[in-house]
């Protein structure tokens, strides 16, 4: 399975009477019903490490393109209309700010590892607080309360799984609480944010920009506001598209699909 | 509204020091020279301007300091304005975090194709193969830094956080611990550099001997895979060999935060070629860097009018 297809329903499944497993390619596994494959006795596997990296990196690619106004400054370089580029055009600073990790799991932790080079203050929220050595090798913070997060962060970076408590986890209330200058990075899963909610903030200058790897759905329809306002970068879902990454996630899946078809146990396997 | 007492201060356009200098604009001093010119103790340099020549040199009898308001002096002719007596200082700290976070920005943009999936995302097609739209991989990749100064070296901190393997060219070699701080190999052949690294980042300063440092032959000997990011001066890098290169697929890319002249001519070929990200001198370009050069400027330019050593002073050598 690359990229969520083909999609697997009760129909498809039961014209296949053989399948023994799926292996799906990357981290998320919202788009499968666990159930109903476990109810056909269909294993499941993903590629959940090896996206992690590149989507740490493109986290950080995001944050620093959104605060210097990358694509806006491209566009100035390149417009016809470009006669000078005017002295008092500026972006924010990246380094020395504070970075607000909404889900410390692999992913997110690689993003504090890039982000204390820039000498980025962490704080981070997460299910469960990581052990001191954790903490204290990126230098972050655990914020039991997302509030406390949000009021603090100058970027709040999203790298949660969505399962129902992390749906629009981020929503209208999450943005009312981050401060006017912030911006808001969200490299996990477009329903993890309530984009209604986020197109308000942004439209009302509740939050100063947004960076989105994902959205819901993906694409979005031509017409959507997102695609207008000039405070948001989005990207086509690019996390683990690197040739390395692609071949490595290959390499994972055919090694789960032998092992099962095998009979021994399936490493990756989605329990 | 005279300011007698205090130092006149000559500047392009009002931008915000005052009570302790007078500031006086271009246009004020144009046109008013005979009653300005004695004034002026100090001239404050933002984005090259004002043009410092001789003329302007000559109709100040009391200048004693230019403060520049980044780090470049390429801009000026420091022998004739020693030649005045005149002292001339830089702002090399204010700038150079923002720097380096400029170039790890146009690194990852160039290598994970950021404007063009922007560009995806926005247009009015909705056709497009997900699966197909690939970048090259920053984590692990090798960084090759040619000009290992402040800003070089803010970027290979960064860089190692992202596991890349650091070389880097230099005239002088840094010492063993600032080395190893950052994991960096030395590369006194800037061909050995070229001929490993999957990005080469150029943060020299430009004087005679780097006008032109990546030219032809350094760009044949970089991998066709590489990617070229320009974060000096556009005078740096030979920018026709560079559009052939780009086209025929010598490099994969190229990032270019400054160029020659800036802006290009709005119908040069970099203009129009997709493997290159330019942008508009972003280096310094944020609010926090701004207040922080203005302030450094400022420090450079009192210690110069009350006679004390300056902080940042720049010799003609």
């Given at each position: ?11 498809l ?102 982000a ?39 970027f ?53 920009a ?62 | ?71 470049g ?27 380096a976070?400029?170039g ?14 922007y ?19 920053v ?10 100064g402040s800003?070089?070296?803010k ?16 005239r ?11 994991g ?17 980042m ?51 890319a ?64």
């Amino acid at each position: 399975m690359w990229y969520h297809r083909p999609v697997i329903t009760a129909e498809l499944l039961q014209t296949l009477p053989n399948l023994k497993i799926v292996a799906s390619s990357g981290m998320g596994i919202d788009h499968l019903d666990l159930d109903l494959l476990s109810s056909y006795g269909v294993k499941l596997s993903n590629t959940p490490f090896v996206v992690s990296t590149d989507t740490a990196d493109l986290g950080m690619a995001l944050m620093l393109a959104c605060s210097r106004r990358l694509v806006e400054g491209y566009q100035m370089a390149v417009s016809p209309d470009t006669e000078y580029f005017p002295s008092d055009w500026l972006g924010s600073e990246v380094s020395g700010m504070t970075l607000g990790i909404v889900g410390m799991g692999t992913t997110g932790y690689k993003v504090a590892q890039r982000a204390k080079a820039f000498e980025m203050k962490i704080l981070y929220h997460n299910r469960h607080q990581r052990n001191k050595e954790e903490e204290s090798a990126v230098g972050a913070t655990y914020c039991k309360k997302i509030d406390d997060l949000l009021q603090q962060s100058d970027f709040v970076l999203l790298s949660v799984s969505l399962t129902p408590q992390t749906h629009k986890l981020i929503g209208k209330r999450e943005l009312e609480l981050m401060k006017p200058t912030a911006t808001l990075i969200n490299i996990s899963r477009g329903l993890a944010v309530d984009q209604d909610a986020l197109v308000e903030a942004l439209q009302n200058k509740i939050i100063k920009a947004a960076g989105l790897d994902v959205t819901y759905p993906e694409p979005l329809p031509r017409d959507h506001p997102l695609l207008k306002l000039k405070n948001v970068l989005i990207t086509p879902h690019i996390g683990g598209a690197t040739k390395k990454t692609h071949r490595l996630m290959m390499e994972n899946m055919v090694e789960s699909i032998q092992a099962s078809l095998a009979g021994l146990p399936v490493p990756n396997e989605v329990l | 509204m005279g300011g007698g007492e205090l130092p006149g201060l000559l500047v392009n356009e009002i931008g915000g020091i005052h009570g302790i200098l007078y500031l006086i604009t271009m246009k004020e001093f144009i046109e008013n020279r005979k009653h300005m010119s004695k004034k002026i103790q100090a001239i404050y340099l933002w984005w090259h301007k004002p043009v410092i020549d001789q003329e302007l040199l000559q109709s100040l009898p009391n200048l004693k300091v230019i403060a520049n308001s980044g780090v470049g002096m390429d801009h000026l002719d420091l022998k004739l304005i020693a030649s005045f007596g005149v002292k001339m200082a830089n702002c090399p700290h204010a700038v150079s975090t923002s720097t380096a976070d400029t170039g790890m920005a146009l690194l990852l943009a160039s290598a994970r194709r950021l404007v063009e999936g922007y560009h995806i995302v926005i247009s009015s097609c909705m056709e497009y193969c997900e699966a197909s739209f690939l970048g090259a991989e920053v984590t692990g990749a090798t960084l090759g830094i040619i000009g290992m100064g402040s800003i070089g070296y803010k970027i290979a901190l960064r860089a190692k956080a992202f596991e890349m393997n650091i070389l880097y060219h230099n005239r002088t070699r840094r010492k063993e611990q600032e080395e190893q701080a950052v994991g960096a190999t030395y590369c006194e052949k800037i061909d050995d550099l070229l001929r490993q690294a999957d990005f080469v980042m150029v943060v020299v300063s430009l004087t005679p001997q780097t006008h032109k440092l990546i030219g032809k032959r350094e760009m044949e000997l970089m991998k066709p895979t590489a990617t070229l990011i320009n974060i000096s001066r556009g005078a740096v890098v030979d920018q026709e060999a560079l559009v052939t290169a780009l086209q025929t697929g010598v490099i994969r890319a190229a990032a270019l935060d400054v160029t020659y002249p800036e802006p290009l001519p709005r119908d040069h070929t970099l203009l129009k070629l997709k493997n290159v990200i330019i942008t508009p001198h972003l280096g310094i370009r944020t609010d926090k860097a701004a207040y922080m050069i203005t302030e450094e400027a400022v420090e450079n330019i009192l210690a110069a009018l009350n006679g004390l050593p300056i902080p940042n002073e720049v010799l003609p050598s």
